[in-house]
């Protein structure tokens, strides 16, 4: 099997895993199980973020690749059950029933726009709905790491921005920070 027909091969197996946000346990299993197989440094935190390692050489600079274990399901159903069904064609894939990934970029409508911005401003984590960034507001804005605070502005058809800010921490802070 050529590379690319095993990277097919792991992204058909990682598709087929059900995995809503708040519960990637099955996938970080498998990723787990899968890099232990192939060999890997294997490490998952507290958090259930999963870490696969290969140090080739200490001359060779790391390769970092990164990616969220949780499906963004965009359709009707019943999401979340069996994973994501595909079809494939010679040159592409497809989701049958949803979609392979739900970041447009486009930009939100101002009531999704309400939306979220009401979800940051009370601090809500809600794994059916913005989970990802009302989970790292709510982690920033704790005064051991700094008050921080996400705000973001979107128009629809031109784009997102969201800003990260945190205050300015005292020296004193600085020099305690890992002891919190």
């Known amino acids: 099997m050529d590379s690319m027909q095993r990277v097919l091969s792991y992204f058909r197996e990682i598709c087929s895993i059900p995995r809503r946000s708040g519960d990637e346990s099955n996938v970080a299993q498998y990723l787990i199980e899968t890099g232990k197989r192939l060999g890997l440094e294997v490490d998952q935190d507290s958090c259930g973020n999963v870490v696969l390692r290969k140090t080739i050489s200490q ?5 970092i690749l990164q990616a969220h274990m949780d499906m963004v399901w965009e359709s009707t159903g019943t999401p979340y059950q069996k994973g994501v069904s595909l079809r ?11 979609t392979l990934g739900a970041d447009n970029g486009i930009g939100m409508a101002k009531e999704q726009l309400l939306e979220l911005q009401k979800t940051l401003d009370e601090k809500i984590v809600n794994y059916e709905k913005h989970f990802g960034i009302g989970n790292v507001n709510k982690r920033i804005s704790n005064p051991y790491f700094g008050n921080g605070r996400i705000s973001v502005e979107s128009c629809l058809y031109e784009g997102t921005s969201i800003t990260i800010e945190f205050d300015q921490m005292e020296k004193y802070d600085e020099e305690c920070n890992d002891c919190r």
């Not at 001359?59 to 390769?63: D, E, G, Q, R, V």
């Not at 494939?88 to 949803?98: N, R, Y």
């Open 59 to 63: 001359a060779t600079p790391p390769t």
């Open 88 to 98: 494939e064609t010679d040159e592409c894939l497809h989701a049958v029933g949803s």
